[in-house]
């Protein structure tokens, strides 16, 4: 198990930029894939993008492709999403989550954040 801490959520305009932050604590965290989810009001939450351990390899959901950019830092034990054009359809609370392998299902996730919270106003 790893924990994970989410930070870095805020309201911001549309056009805007934000980078979220996951604080990861124990010593699996570079073994482990990672991904970024989000759950708006009202919505099932959904997968954002993942990153194997390597930094290698990504995924991105299309409705986020070109925009967000996952990236991690091993010897931090921290895992970025760097969220640029923000829109407010982009607002949901974000979750960072680790996985064995790389994959985009949230039931392959084994440790879940809090998350924190991105607010896009018109």
């Known amino acids: 198990q790893v924990q994970l801490v989410e930070s870095g959520g805020r309201l911001v305009q549309a056009g805007g930029s934000l980078r979220l932050s996951c604080a990861a604590s124990g010593r699996t965290f570079s073994s482990n894939e990672m991904g970024w989810f989000r759950q708006a009001p009202g919505k099932e939450r959904e997968f954002v993008a993942a990153i194997s351990w390597t930094g290698g390899n990504t995924y991105y959901a299309d409705s986020v492709k070109g925009r967000f950019t996952i990236s991690r830092d091993n010897a931090k034990n921290t895992v970025y999403l760097q969220m640029n054009s923000l829109k407010p359809e982009d607002t949901a609370v974000y979750y960072c989550?680790?996985?064995?392998?790389?994959?985009?299902?949230?039931?392959?996730?084994?440790?879940w954040g809090q998350g924190t919270q991105v607010t896009v106003s018109s």
């Open positions: 989550a680790a996985a064995p392998f790389l994959t985009t299902a949230q039931a392959d996730f084994h440790s």
